[in-house]
């Protein structure tokens, strides 16, 4: 016995005589769809473009472009982390009142007790660890909402600081701790008007990413996935590409890449990989996203959370670290709000309230998006107060947006 079956109806023409859509509207629906990834690096190049003209040039100098990544780099070291802490659904206050306590713990043993920079630095990562464990614990395990644990934390931390200092500050840093901070790679091989090893570390990028790039395309073709159109996909490698040249003759042009931004390179790798790739980070994410789903996929919440705090703890020890070695000195006054920048940089970034949304370079971008306010605003003269004002009004477009598009694309 046979069934009919309704025959199905065929596919209506395309107005372009069946040649399919053109590269505008492919380029277009592209952006749409990825609008929270792309829109703020479309928002950063337009402020940087902005801040080039009103400066007459100034921005992108390559002894202000250093400056910008060095007054920014503990900043941009945690937003990464608490990027991954708003993913998870959480929130922390007290990373910088824990920067500002490992910063004086750090000046303590290396000023007071003359103990070897390297030791020291071992210890305040451990330190973090252990104040991101403590806090962990009664997040994940107790059960008390991660706001009121990290907000005791942000009073504890800053507490104890102010009697660790004895309300003084502790200086100076021996000078190769001070290097983290304000040091750059050294120079090496034959003379050419440029950094040499700059030069070679942005060569090296420039490989990687087309690599990169076609090595994902394939992957995704492979699952059969939608990807850009060759000539789109194309024009985007080279678009970063372009980028990368452009930024290393700017800082082979100077002093060289900063060490600090090896660290924070390094970070965004791993970090990134980890959330990307590894068991770990699709749990993040899941627990973000719907927590009961994930328990009842057999996600271990307890210790998923535990670990994000530890790693938000580690890298709070380490921005305040950072921070030190850049003031070249241990001071109670350390790490004041920054656990509001490090917030307004995720969001801005592209993070969610409801958390599972977001990425570590969206935290980097979000970070330098607030970075190149403050230093373009500083370069034409504009008071800090108007500054709190414009970054405020910065941070509610970007949550607005955000609210926006999540209804369009509900609608």
């Known amino acids: 016995m046979t069934t009919a079956t309704e025959p199905s109806p065929s596919p209506a023409p395309s107005p372009d005589g069946g040649r399919g859509p053109s590269a505008g509207a492919l380029l277009l629906h592209t952006v749409r769809g990825n609008m929270r990834q792309y829109g703020m690096i479309i928002a950063l190049a337009l402020i940087v473009v902005l801040f080039q003209i009103w400066t007459d040039g100034t921005l992108l100098l390559p002894n202000n472009v250093s400056n910008i990544v060095q007054q920014n780099s503990y900043i941009l070291i945690l ?22 306590f490992v910063g004086a713990a750090a000046a303590v043993m290396m000023v007071k007790h003359d103990m070897p920079w390297v030791l020291a630095l071992v210890l305040s990562l451990l330190i973090g660890a252990a104040a991101g464990a403590w806090q962990g614990f009664w997040i994940a395990y107790v059960g008390i909402p991660s706001f009121i644990v990290t907000l005791a934390g942000m009073l504890l931390f800053r507490g104890a600081t102010q009697i660790m200092l004895e309300g003084q500050s502790l200086a100076p840093f021996p000078g190769a701790f001070q290097d983290i901070a304000q040091g750059f ?21 420039i490989a990687f990413v087309p690599f990169q790039e076609h090595r994902d395309r394939r992957r995704q073709l492979a699952y059969e996935l939608d990807v850009l159109p060759f000539g789109i996909w194309l024009l985007k490698c080279t678009a970063i590409v372009a980028a990368v040249v452009a930024f290393t003759l700017t800082l082979a042009s100077y002093h060289g890449v900063p060490v600090v931004l090896l660290i ?37 919440d307890r210790r998923v959370t ?70 373009g605003m500083s370069l034409v003269g504009v008071g800090t107060d108007y500054q709190q004002v414009i970054k405020g009004l910065v941070l509610l477009a970007a949550v607005g947006f955000d609210v926006w598009n999540k209804r369009k694309v509900g609608s």
């Open 79 to 100: 937003a990464m982390g608490m990027m991954i802490v708003i993913i998870a659904g959480h929130i922390d206050l007290s990373v910088g009142s824990l920067a500002a």
């Open 185 to 205: 790679l050294p120079e090496m091989g034959p003379y050419t008007q440029y950094h040499n090893p700059t030069l070679a570390i942005g060569l090296l990028v």
């Open 264 to 300: 924070m390179c390094a970070l965004l790798i791993g970090l990134g990989f980890v959330m990307r790739n590894a068991v770990v980070g699709r749990h993040v994410y899941a627990l973000g996203g719907n927590k009961a789903a994930a328990k009842l996929s057999g996600v271990r």
């Open 306 to 375: 535990f670990w994000v705090f530890v790693t938000m703890g580690v890298l709070a020890a380490l921005a305040g670290c950072v921070y030190a070695a850049r003031l070249n000195a241990g001071t109670p006054q350390a790490g004041i709000n920054f656990e509001l920048e490090a917030i307004a940089a995720a969001f801005i970034g592209g993070a969610s309230m409801s958390g599972g949304v977001g990425t570590v370079l969206g935290a980097i971008i979000g970070a330098l998006v607030l970075g190149v306010l403050n230093n």
